[in-house]
C-alpha cells in the first residue's frame, strides 16, 4: 500500500540520480563565485612569490585546481587575471562609484579616500606586488601595461571624474589645470615614495599616520582651493 497521494507521482530511482548527477554537475552561483575568488587569490599569491612572467597558466591552474580553458573563459589569459586581482584589492578598501557620487564636503571625501587609499599601498601584499611589478616590468611590457591600466590609472580616472564634478570643480582656482590633480594628490598622500619602496614599513601609531596625512592634505589644499 502506498502514501503517495493520487495527484503526484513519486520519481523513480533513475530521476532520482539524474537529478544528483545534474545538482553535482552545475555548481550554484555561490559556488562558482567562491571558486573564482580563490583563483584571483591564489594567483595574487603566485605572482609576488614567483614574479608575474614567471607564473604561467599551468601552475595557476593547478595551484587553484581549475582548468587552464577556465583562466581563459573567465579572464582571458593572465594579464586578466591579473587586472582582477588588482581589481579585488582595491573593491576591498574604496569603490569608484561611492566617491563619485559622494554628496559630503570636498574636503571630507578627499580624507576618507587618502585613509582608505594609504591603507591599501601600505599593505605587505601591496608593496610586495609594487616591487614585483618595478623589478620585471621593464622586460615585460605586457605586466607594465596591465598593471598600469588595472591599478594606478583606474584610480587617476576616479580622481580626475571626481575632481571634474561641478559642484567640485568650482571650488578649485580658476587657472588650474584639473588633469594634474589626481596624480598630485596621489603623491601627497603617499608621501616619501623611497622610504617605502626600499625599506621596511615601520610600526606607526595609527594616529600619528593620520597626523602626518593631514599635514600633507593640508599642503594639497593649500595649493589647490580657493578658499582654504
Given at each position: 500500500?502506498?502514501?503517495?497521494?493520487?495527484?503526484?507521482?513519486?520519481?523513480?530511482?533513475?530521476?532520482?540520480?539524474?537529478?544528483?548527477?545534474?545538482?553535482?554537475?552545475?555548481?550554484?552561483?555561490?559556488?562558482?563565485?567562491?571558486?573564482?575568488?580563490?583563483?584571483?587569490?591564489?594567483?595574487?599569491?603566485?605572482?609576488?612569490?614567483?614574479?608575474?612572467?614567471?607564473?604561467?597558466?599551468?601552475?595557476?591552474?593547478?595551484?587553484?585546481?581549475?582548468?587552464?580553458?577556465?583562466?581563459?573563459?573567465?579572464?582571458?589569459?593572465?594579464?586578466?587575471?591579473?587586472?582582477?586581482?588588482?581589481?579585488?584589492?582595491?573593491?576591498?578598501?574604496?569603490?569608484?562609484?561611492?566617491?563619485?557620487?559622494?554628496?559630503?564636503?570636498?574636503?571630507?571625501?578627499?580624507?576618507?579616500?587618502?585613509?582608505?587609499?594609504?591603507?591599501?599601498?601600505?599593505?605587505?601584499e601591496a608593496l610586495a606586488m609594487h616591487r614585483m611589478v618595478v623589478a620585471d616590468a621593464p622586460a615585460n611590457t605586457e605586466l607594465a601595461q596591465t598593471f598600469f591600466e588595472g591599478g594606478p590609472q583606474q584610480t587617476r580616472k576616479m580622481l580626475l571624474a571626481f575632481f571634474s564634478r561641478a559642484d567640485i570643480r568650482c571650488q578649485l582656482r580658476d587657472e588650474l589645470d584639473v588633469t594634474l590633480l589626481p596624480v598630485y594628490l596621489m603623491n601627497c598622500i603617499i608621501g616619501d615614495p623611497y622610504e617605502r619602496m626600499l625599506f621596511a614599513p615601520a610600526a606607526v601609531a595609527p594616529a600619528q599616520v593620520e597626523h602626518e596625512l593631514d599635514q600633507r592634505l593640508d599642503l594639497f589644499y593649500r595649493s589647490v582651493l580657493k578658499n582654504v
Open positions: 500500500m502506498t502514501t503517495d497521494s493520487p495527484l503526484t507521482v513519486a520519481p523513480d530511482d533513475d530521476s532520482k540520480c539524474a537529478a544528483v548527477k545534474c545538482a553535482a554537475g552545475r555548481p550554484r552561483s555561490s559556488d562558482r563565485a567562491a571558486r573564482q575568488q580563490e583563483l584571483v587569490h591564489t594567483a595574487g599569491a603566485l605572482f609576488i612569490k614567483h614574479g608575474y612572467p614567471n607564473v604561467s597558466l599551468e601552475m595557476l591552474a593547478r595551484e587553484a585546481h581549475v582548468a587552464v580553458r577556465t583562466i581563459y573563459v573567465k579572464f582571458g589569459g593572465k594579464a586578466g587575471l591579473l587586472t582582477a586581482v588588482l581589481e579585488a584589492n582595491r573593491e576591498k578598501f574604496y569603490r569608484p562609484h561611492e566617491m563619485l557620487a559622494d554628496p559630503r564636503p570636498l574636503k571630507e571625501s578627499v580624507r576618507d579616500f587618502a585613509l582608505h587609499f594609504l591603507d591599501l599601498i601600505s599593505r605587505p
